[in-house]
């Protein structure tokens, strides 16, 4: 018999909105495969929600904080009830941009150079001070990021030197460390990768944004991005990313699904810039675009990830 399943969505995040958008999203494809399904907005009062409703899996549509970090998966183990996606660990991994790095670096996988700023350190030493310490290690342009924020909320492109220290202040207007890393012009692609102990990369998607740049507007305005399958680069280029995509999933320990973003500079040289182990699940998403052009419509990518769940518990 099939288990009641909760779309667990919303949360505290600054990803709120969308996240209420894929959890929607998940919850009607849930219903059309012939589940019993209800959505629950996360809220402090989450476990008596879950007692209530009597649920017997969780689907995650959570993003950000509380949701992709490890602590509902935390909680739902103590729960004793399953749930899609990644674990407690490979949640707080992911989750963590900074933590992913040095575990890809750590599995000799190739990432962009990066140095790392804590909030503290900046405002004893002053921005002026570590502005002038970054330009020393890492050339312009750069990328500086909130390591734990996703929907790339609190990240900016930084091409002069002077715009360093207002970069670093969004960033800790985040978390209490930024991340700064090494910019690399190039081709934008992400990989969607499925399965538990065997899993696998789906086609690949080229990410062409409106902009310029994928960021927030980009991501989830309908026509500001183009989605391009297969992305026009080498057939071989693409393997060896599909490769790369695995492998990263394999060392941060993921289940179920994920996302692993990728630049390919002018040199055909792919770097791994990020994981999302609950990526969206919206009408203009990458995860279900990429499931789509291997003939897995949505709602049976949705039943796939239910079964999946179901296999590792």
Partial sequence: MAPKIGVLMGGRSSERDVSLRTGDAIYKALIT?????????VGFDIIERIKQEGIELAFLALHGKYGEDGSIQGLLEMLDIPYTGSGVMASALAMDKIATKKIILFEGLPTPLFKTIMCREAREAGLEHISDQICRELEL????????????IGISFVHRREDL?????????????????????????????????????LPLIE???ATGVYDYEAKYTAGM????????????????I???????????????????????????????LEVNTIPGMTATSLF???ARASGIEFPDLVDNLVKLSLEKS
Wanted: glycine share 8%.
């Fill in 33 to 41: 495969k012939g589940y019993s399904a209800v959505q629950i907005d």
């Fill in 288 to 290: 279900p675009d990429a």
């Fill in 141 to 152: 342009p750069l990328v500086v990021k909130a390591p734990t924020q996703g929907s790339t």
């Fill in 225 to 240: 991005s183009d989605h391009i399958i297969p992305p026009r680069i080498p057939e071989e280029r693409q393997n060896v």
């Fill in 242 to 272: 599909k490769d790369l995509a695995v492998s990263t999933f394999k060392a941060l320990g993921c289940r179920g699904l994920a996302r692993v973003d990728f630049i390919m500079d002018s040199g055909g040289s792919p770097y791994i």
């Fill in 207 to 209: 990410i062409v944004s």
């Fill in 165 to 201: 220290g207002a970069a670093l202040e969004l960033a800790f207007r985040y978390d209490p460390v930024a991340l700064v890393e090494q910019f690399i012009e190039g081709v934008e692609i992400t990989a969607a990768v499925l399965g538990n102990d065997n899993p696998a990369a």
